[in-house]
């Protein structure tokens, strides 16, 4: 049996935290408050051997139950276990937070990401190929991009928004407010596609060569009104559309290509559409802005004289370029025709000929103030690096096949206008001047 404590040891004397020791006594399970000041605050804490009444146990030996009555810890102990349990519970409320943070954020990104997820375990996410039968989809003013995505998942046209969505972003793709008629089973690419140039919309031709009053007449024949395709090309410049050219008119910088009329593409959208093109072309060949209007209205001569092979279009440029070396007349009837009012075959008569247009190369030396049509790329890439040689003359000695002969003299050019002539006879055309 274990000595009584209390018995044998001095007791303490008062000590002035004795409401702070019994506080933590009270929190490791001990005994109320002290009865008075002069109480010992461990007088009221059960000491090793001894039960909460006083009654001695040997101890180590049990109260009763499987389990030995717990130690009193000094005062060094209790601190340690009050440390402990303080970081048990900072444990367990960091495990907490972490938990619902984890739960919270699995949420918010469920939501906003879910179909991602969900695109990702069953497959690609998009459709494949151009899609089948056809779906007339309503875009409506201020709707978004992710909107639309989602309203075409609706209808079937796409297998998922992302796809979609990154694909019009790539492409920088503004979509109008209006009617699209689009596929089912599209993928991502064909329906982007597909409004960058609608299924089925109208296209506008422009062919090589084409002159500005031409391409007025294909632009009503495609339903733009009259007055605003007269709005959109009298009176205008290259400037006026933001190709910085110096320039006397829109001739010759309307590129000739097939155009898409998009849905709700006014006249002048589509002008614009042209002279962006144009500009496209000068900046991919090159071309430095001082000489495009020289280069361009030596390419549309080049086009109209020569709508043979690429070498055939070189040389015909270094022809025009001689003469205007050496200060020749360039006597192009490609020139005087088209202030005149071009016709099909391009011939002059005597009085145009002698008329002082500015046009007329005839009797005006150099090129003329700018382009007489829209020269195709071939035709300004041969305009820009003519081929070299000393010709000043040239013509097409057959016209069915294109062939062209050059001459230096005109004595040789003489032989060559000759070889034309028997050629018009021979297909029972006129044999007039072949010059």
């Not at 993928?187 to 500005?212: C, D, H, N, Q, W």
């Amino acid at each position: 049996m274990t000595r009584d404590r209390q018995a044998d040891e001095p007791q303490p004397e008062h000590d002035p935290n004795a409401t702070a020791r019994l506080d933590v006594s009270e929190i490791l399970g001990g005994g109320g408050a002290p009865d008075s000041p002069e109480t010992p605050v461990t007088a009221e804490v059960p000491q090793v051997g001894e039960t909460p009444q006083g009654e001695e146990i040997p101890a180590g030996d049990t109260d009763g139950g499987d389990e030995p009555f717990p130690p009193v810890l000094s005062r060094s102990e209790q601190r340690a276990q009050r440390r402990r349990r303080m970081l048990r519970r900072r444990r367990t409320t960091i495990l907490v937070l972490i938990v619902v943070l984890l739960v919270g954020g699995a949420g918010a990104f469920a939501l906003t990401t879910g179909r991602d997820m969900v695109e990702q375990l069953t497959g690609s996410g998009d459709f494949e190929g151009e899609g089948s039968g056809e779906v007339v989809v309503t875009v409506h003013e201020g709707t978004s991009l992710t909107e639309i995505a989602n309203q075409l998942v609706d209808a079937g046209v796409i297998k998922s928004s992302r796809p979609f969505i990154k694909e019009a972003e790539r492409r920088e793709l503004v979509i109008q407010a209006t009617d699209y008629t689009l596929r089912t089973g599209m993928s991502s690419e064909a329906a982007v596609e597909a409004f960058i140039t609608p299924i089925g919309a109208a296209k506008l031709a422009v062919p090589e060569g084409f002159r500005v009053e031409q391409i007025r007449a294909r632009m009503i024949e495609q339903g733009f009104p009259e007055d605003e395709v007269a709005d959109a090309l009298d009176d205008h410049v290259p400037s006026d559309y933001g190709l910085e050219v110096d320039a006397p008119s829109l001739e010759g910088y309307l590129y000739p290509a097939t155009y898409t009329i998009r849905p709700g593409m006014d006249a002048q959208q589509m002008v614009q559409a042209m002279v962006d093109r144009t500009g496209e072309e000068i900046d991919d060949l090159g071309i430095p802005h001082e000489r495009v209007n020289e280069v361009f209205t030596l390419a549309s001569l080049v086009q109209v004289e020569s709508p043979g092979d690429n070498e055939v279009r070189a040389k015909v440029a270094r022809v025009f370029l001689n003469r205007v070396d050496e200060g020749m007349r360039l006597q192009s009837d490609a020139t005087v025709a088209y202030y005149a009012g071009a016709r099909d075959d391009l011939t002059t008569t005597a009085e145009e000929r002698d008329s002082d247009n500015p046009y007329n190369t005839y009797k005006h030396e150099g090129l003329p103030p700018g382009p007489v049509n829209s020269p195709g790329r071939e035709s300004v890439d041969a305009a820009e690096n003519p081929a070299d040689g000393p010709w000043l003359y040239f013509v097409a000695i057959d016209p069915d096949t294109g062939e062209t002969a050059f001459a230096e003299t005109y004595d040789d050019h003489l032989e060559n206008v000759e070889i034309y002539r028997e050629w018009l006879r021979e297909h029972g055309e006129s044999a007039e001047d072949g010059e």
